[in-house]
């Protein structure tokens, strides 16, 4: 199958704005975009691209006194197979991981295992270790959490969200991430595009998504404490160690969000 995505996005700005942006889809579906990813800048500044510490692109730009509308597009070939299920996936022991995965165990911005660690092994000390302890944790994060968009704030951590127990889709995958650091599973925070496909359709806007991966057996699993079912045609676009490394955008300077539309669709063949 194949995915339309893209996005449209505009700022305005009083004065020259330097911004670095994430928007890029991730180098690991980049076999899978059927031609060519464009984003492009109005007014036409450029953009330079360059890779982050985690392996995500990045582009760099200086917005216009005024203001800027930022655009991408890319048509990505899908397998239209629900994410991988393996539940004989084993969880490493931590002093078998290779060092570069020690840093999916440590407390970040917004998972603050100090704070969660008793709670997760009150909850989950008794569940049979790997899949099975990690599908119980998004059992338990998708009850606790009541989903919706007016509950969104850019401050909120894992522990607000245990504590408030609403959110959106980043704060379900915040809480679930930690949880499984606590338990010493390494997981990453990953954002990128989910749309409506296979499922009934969401009334609701397009948005970016935010889920999480698990580090079982030699290779990362996704998992989506939100929704908590295998989803059909996920697009990473990047990944870090909580929302705080993979953020859209990052302004420095005032900037106000004016118009912001995201789209993920299946391509249906005529």
Not at 129 to 135: D, H
Not at 207 to 217: I, N, P, R, Y
Not at 243 to 269: C, H, I, N, Q, W
Request: glycine residues 8%; charged residues 20%.
């Amino acid at each position: 199958m194949e995915i339309k995505v893209g996005f449209e996005i505009s700022y305005a700005a009083e004065m020259p704005t330097p911004m670095v942006m994430l928007l890029s889809i991730h180098p690991s579906r980049h076999a899978d975009i059927a031609g060519q990813e464009r984003i492009t800048a109005e007014p036409d500044v450029p953009i330079g691209f360059y890779r982050d510490s985690f392996g995500n692109v990045c582009g760099r730009l200086v917005a216009p006194a005024g203001g800027i509308t930022l655009r991408g597009n890319a048509l990505v070939r899908d397998s239209g197979l629900p994410d991988d299920v393996d539940p004989t996936a084993q969880q490493i022991p931590i002093e078998q991981l290779p060092d570069d995965l020690l840093l999916y165990l440590m407390p970040s911005r917004y998972c603050e295992t100090d704070k969660l660690t008793d709670v997760a092994w009150s909850l989950f000390g008794n569940t049979p270790q790997g899949w099975a302890r990690v599908q119980a944790i998004c059992d338990f994060v998708h009850s606790h959490i009541s989903f919706g968009y007016e509950h969104a704030h850019h401050m909120k951590s894992a522990h607000d969200a245990y504590e408030q127990r609403k959110g959106v889709c980043r704060d379900f995958a915040h809480l679930a991430l930690t949880f499984c650091r606590c338990m010493g599973i390494p997981a990453r925070y990953c954002t990128g595009y989910l749309g409506d496909i296979g499922v009934p359709r969401d009334p609701a806007p397009m948005d970016f998504s935010g889920w999480f991966q698990v580090w079982l057996s030699g290779r990362w699993y996704s998992f989506d404490a939100r929704h908590n079912v295998p989803r059909i045609g996920r697009v990473l676009m990047a990944t870090g160690r909580d929302a705080a490394d993979v953020a859209l955008t990052t302004s420095f300077g005032r900037m106000t969000l004016t118009k912001f539309v995201v789209v993920s669709d299946e391509v249906v063949p005529a």
